[in-house]
């Protein structure tokens, strides 16, 4: 399992778009996905899952990736946020 945190950038947060945009990237690896806000966990698979955490800009999120293609599973995730989640 790797894992590393990130912060929200993108003012708006994890609305639909953007949830769309990260669920999109996640779903291309055959690994676990998912992130960790507080003492919550969301599923980064699952749109219903990643709208239902209510991520905020500027909110802390730790990443977590288990599987065969786990550590290119992180680097993208973390890229894609990273970037803005295209807006």
């Known amino acids: 399992m790797v894992h590393q945190k990130v912060i929200v950038k993108n003012p ?9 945009v990260l669920c999109n990237e ?3 690896y ?5 992130f960790r806000y507080g003492d919550d966990e969301a ?3 699952s749109v ?3 709208l239902g955490a209510c991520i ?3 909110t802390e999120l730790e990443f977590e990736c288990e599987g065969e293609d786990e550590v ?16």
């Open 12 to 20: 708006t947060g994890l609305h639909l778009r953007p949830a769309g």
């Open 56 to 58: 905020k800009c500027g």
């Open 48 to 50: 219903l899952s990643v």
């Open 43 to 45: 599923n980064a698979k």
């Open 30 to 34: 055959k690994s676990r996905v998912y």
């Open 72 to 87: 290119e599973a992180l680097a993208a995730v973390v890229a894609v946020v990273e970037s803005g989640l295209g807006e």
């Open 26 to 28: 996640a779903v291309k």
